[in-house]
């Protein structure tokens, strides 16, 4: 038992003494490294402003997105995403004919072109004009993961909206990119006669709402002016109710139609455009910052270096 308890407080004491020394050895290399600062701090100060002066310069090369957010209609979502495909190719295969054609005259600082849909299943699902939408979503999911069927191509390219993204190396004028883009989306023949067709159609429709709303106002005046009373008296059995209520709806119909309308001017509908936007996603616009912690650590990593070298020299004389 005596031998037992003595071996027990050897082990206690050697961990005491090893942790103690572990201690003093970090808090030696915190003072090392502290009292190695102060004695290089002219040379470490220096290469941090240095660093500063070059992520400034470094920063002012921005690179900058021209964002646009479309609304592709009359079905045109399929022809919207095979034309920039299209812009895509002709952009790697620097076809500088096609852009001059299309208004474009300088590609050069044009880089990557992408688009992709705005995630919107739900105005996908509740859309007035595609009521099936929802059972799609359901008989597609049934025997998948309904996030996934989401974010397929076949469901995603007929969200409502769709951002349109160009990286450039340096600024356009609105005239020089995004309009001829936005007018090249336009040129089609099938879809300029189906934009003719629905906006015709359209104002048909509200007109003949309107003359039937004014003929259901025609028929209550008429039912009012019946009543010996002079008084209107709304019941269930009268019939009345269901034409006040059919008439709500025509209302509600044509403001949707004359609200939509406006989208309706273009095959594909431009919702928003930021131009010029700096880039500042990953490590753009960030040198100023890390230029400077770059040059300092590349210093310190140097001159541990060069001194484990000549230790490590002395050591094999």
Known sequence: MSTNSQDQE???GQIRTGIKSFLNNCLNTFFDFIFFIKKKIIIIGLLF???????ILLDNNHSYFQKMVLIPNFGSNEYLYNKISLL????????KAFFKQIGINDIEGIGKIEIKPIN?????????DNALNFEFIKLMAEDGNIEKIIKEDITSKNYYQHELVINTSKPFKRNELIDPILNFLQ??????????????????????NNQLINQIDGLILSFSQNK???SVTISENSGINDIINKKDELI????????NSVEYDKIIKDQSIVANQINTSGINNKMKFIVPILFVFLYLMGYWFIKLYKNQAARIN
């Open 10 to 12: 050897i082990d206690l």
């Open 49 to 55: 402003i240095t660093g500063i002066v070059a992520g």
């Open 88 to 95: 895509e190719s002709k952009l790697k295969e620097e076809d």
């Open 120 to 128: 919107g299943i739900y105005s996908f699902i509740n859309s007035k």
């Open 187 to 208: 040129d089609s023949d099938h879809f300029d006669k189906l934009k003719t067709i629905y906006q015709n159609n359209v104002k048909t429709k509200i007109e003949i």
């Open 228 to 230: 010996p009373s002079g």
């Open 252 to 259: 509600k119909e044509n403001q949707y139609k004359l609200l």
